[in-house]
């Protein structure tokens, strides 16, 4: 790692499956070894073994080291002997766990919730709707202490993104802009910041995640957005920066559920 360059504090499995992007990796080909790993990352051999495992599990790596120290093949899929990638969301997951789930517990099952209301939206989505899920599992990582820096979760979780995990740029840019961030920037000073760091992705999908967002409770319970949002103002006071935000977006934010609505109900009067 040169000096100065960002820690990574990914799981140490998404920084191993880096390697098969970074080395234009083909199907089949060798695969480092886990004592070649072990040295390239800094830890044990048996904490790399087992974030191969964790690959071979996913599908993204297949086979194990033989005695002749032979490490996994990048061979993918192995039925069809077909590499891929990790998914968006098979990514997402283990990122957010690890910076949420230890320090901020409730926040974490905030953000499962999250993301399995976007599962009940797949149909309006296509093809993105892998992306709006890792977007929904992420969208709070900037409360996590260690990225806690401005304060505003959405540019600082959006900074962490971009500048330690690589994220995909949509990935980021929802996360940025997730229920109506930009009016809280406003409020905070910040908006110049985060509207010329961040562009906005579609309106179908910031819609899509502020109806995941604003349905769901802190502890991942499925709700409705006015109870949401006088939750949120119950619990940061109604003169505070939060509970003014929040009152201020209201309309945009039920403008969000009921667009999607409209969009899950066409879509259903759809034939097959």
Same mark, same amino acid.
């Not at 891929?84 to 766990?97: D, G, S």
């Not at 109506?180 to 910041?193: H, K, N, T």
């Given at each position: 790692?040169?000096?100065?360059?960002?820690?990574?504090?990914?799981?140490?499995?998404?920084?191993?499956?880096?390697?098969?992007?970074?080395?234009?990796? +083909?199907?089949?080909?060798?695969?480092?070894?886990?004592?070649?790993?072990?040295?390239?990352?800094?830890?044990?051999?048996?904490?790399?073994?087992?974030?191969?495992?964790?690959?071979?599990?996913?599908?993204?790596?297949?086979?194990?080291?033989?005695?002749?120290?032979?490490?996994?093949?990048?061979?993918?899929?192995? +039925?069809?002997?077909?590499?891929?990638?990790?998914?968006?969301?098979?990514?997402?997951?283990?990122?957010? +766990?690890?910076?949420?789930?230890?320090?901020?517990?409730?926040?974490?099952?905030?953000?499962?919730?999250?993301?399995?209301?976007?599962?009940?939206?797949?149909?309006?989505?296509?093809?993105?709707?892998?992306? *709006?899920?890792?977007?929904?599992?992420?969208? %709070?990582?900037?409360?996590?202490?260690? *990225?806690?820096?401005?304060?505003? &979760?959405?540019?600082?979780?959006?900074?962490?993104?971009?500048?330690?995990?690589?994220?995909?740029?949509?990935?980021?840019? *929802?996360?940025?802009? &997730?229920?109506?961030?930009?009016?809280?920037?406003?409020?905070?000073?910040?908006?110049? +910041?985060?509207?010329?760091?961040?562009?906005?992705?579609?309106?179908?999908?910031?819609?899509? *995640?502020?109806?995941?967002?604003?349905?769901?409770?802190? %502890?991942?319970?499925?709700?409705?957005?006015?109870?949401?949002?006088?939750?949120?103002?119950?619990?940061?006071?109604? %003169?505070?920066?939060?509970?003014?935000?929040?009152?201020?977006?209201?309309?945009?934010?039920?403008?969000?559920?009921?667009?999607?609505?409209?969009?899950?109900?066409?879509?259903?009067?759809?034939?097959?």
């Amino acid at each position: 790692m040169r000096a100065g360059a960002p820690i990574d504090r990914r799981p140490l499995e998404q920084q191993i499956a880096d390697i098969i992007t970074a080395d234009g990796l +083909e199907p089949g080909a060798a695969f480092p070894s886990a004592s070649s790993l072990a040295e390239q990352f800094g830890v044990s051999r048996p904490t790399v073994t087992k974030a191969l495992e964790k690959l071979e599990t996913a599908g993204v790596l297949a086979g194990g080291e033989d005695k002749a120290g032979c490490g996994p093949s990048a061979l993918c899929q192995r +039925e069809r002997s077909v590499c891929r990638l990790p998914t968006l969301t098979e990514w997402a997951y283990p990122l957010a +766990e690890s910076l949420l789930a230890e320090p901020l517990p409730r926040r974490w099952e905030h953000c499962l919730g999250v993301a399995e209301r976007a599962r009940t939206i797949a149909l309006i989505l296509g093809q993105n709707a892998d992306l *709006l899920e890792a977007a929904a599992v992420l969208h %709070d990582i900037g409360y996590a202490p260690k *990225l806690a820096k401005t304060g505003f &979760h959405p540019l600082d979780g959006a900074r962490y993104l971009r500048e330690v995990a690589d994220a995909d740029a949509r990935v980021i840019n *929802l996360v940025a802009h &997730h229920s109506c961030s930009w009016l809280e920037a406003d409020a905070r000073g910040l908006r110049e +910041e985060l509207e010329g760091e961040f562009p906005r992705e579609s309106a179908d999908l910031n819609d899509a *995640l502020c109806y995941c967002d604003m349905n769901t409770t802190p %502890d991942g319970i499925p709700t409705n957005p006015i109870d949401r949002i006088n939750e949120i103002t119950g619990r940061y006071g109604p %003169d505070s920066l939060i509970g003014k935000f929040i009152r201020r977006a209201e309309p945009e934010i039920l403008g969000c559920t009921s667009r999607v609505f409209e969009r899950v109900a066409a879509a259903k009067r759809q034939p097959m």
